[in-house]
Each structure stands twice: as C-alpha cells, then as structure tokens.
C-alpha cells in the first residue's frame, strides 16, 4: 500500500468537507435505497445495480461496516491493484473488503449477476441508440 498525494485547492477542500459528512451520514438505518445511492457516490460506482444486490444480500448493517472498513483503506492509502500498476478504485476497494465477508460463492454469484445486467444494460442501450 502507498500513499497518493492529494490535491489541497479550496475546491478540493470543500468537496472533501462534502464527502467526509456524507461518509458521516452513513449508516444501516437508512432507507436502502438512500444507502445504495449514497454508497455508490462514495465508492464512485457506476454498477447501481451491484452495489443494491450486494445490500440486499449482506444487509444494510454489514455494508455500512465494509464501507467503513473501505474508507480507513483509502485513508491510509489505498490499495495497490493485484497486477501493481496503480491503484484500486474506491469500489475495487469495497469489493475487496467484501470478499472477506461472504463465502466465495456469494461472491462470486454477486459477480456472475452483476456481469449479466451490465450486458443487459448494455445491450439495452445500444438498441435505444441504434434507434436514434
């Protein structure tokens, strides 16, 4: 693990006052929707989807607890990817830590499913832009 220098421009300042009050509102109590919307902001994770079935699966009260776990790594640094050139995103991060908490065939179900709706999205939206 290193450590990636950051930005410190007033901007910067203010979206990271931002993130650290939204990471601060997290919390297993929230409406799961809200939770899964809040999550993938803060992870940046564009597969809604994954993040919801990953919430419906091991519950709002463990995945608040990953995205803790997943927040204090990417505090202290990140996580190198397995091939070390570069870092994990926010969301690799996360599923990293998921990983640890479910068996590797809930894991690899989550993955399996997720890959799915990615192509039936995909293909859902080359054929709406095929009729444009």
Same mark, same amino acid.
């Given at each position: ?17 931002e ?9 297993? *109590?929230? =409406?799961?929707?809200?939770? /899964? ?6 992870? @940046? ?6 993040? !919801? ?12 607890q ?7 790594s ?11 050139? *570069?870092y =994990?995103?926010?969301?690799g /991060? ?6 640890? @908490? ?6 690899? !179900? ?10 039936e ?7 709406k832009s095929?009729l444009?």
């Amino acid at each position: 693990m290193g450590c990636r220098p950051s930005s410190i421009s007033g901007e910067n300042i203010l979206a990271d006052i931002e993130i650290q009050q939204e990471w601060e509102r997290l919390s297993a *109590g929230m =409406r799961k929707a809200d939770l /899964v919307n809040t999550m993938c902001r803060l992870l @940046h994770e564009p597969k809604h989807h994954l993040i !919801q079935a990953i919430v419906e699966e091991v519950g709002p009260s463990l995945a608040v607890q990953m995205m803790g776990e997943t927040k204090d790594s990417l505090e202290n640094g990140g996580m190198k990817r397995a091939d070390g050139n *570069g870092y =994990r995103t926010p969301g690799g /991060v996360f599923l990293i830590h998921l990983k640890s @908490h479910v068996s590797a065939k809930t894991f690899k !179900q989550l993955m399996k499913d997720s890959k799915k709706r990615q192509k039936e999205l995909q293909k859902a939206a080359a054929q709406k832009s095929w009729l444009w």
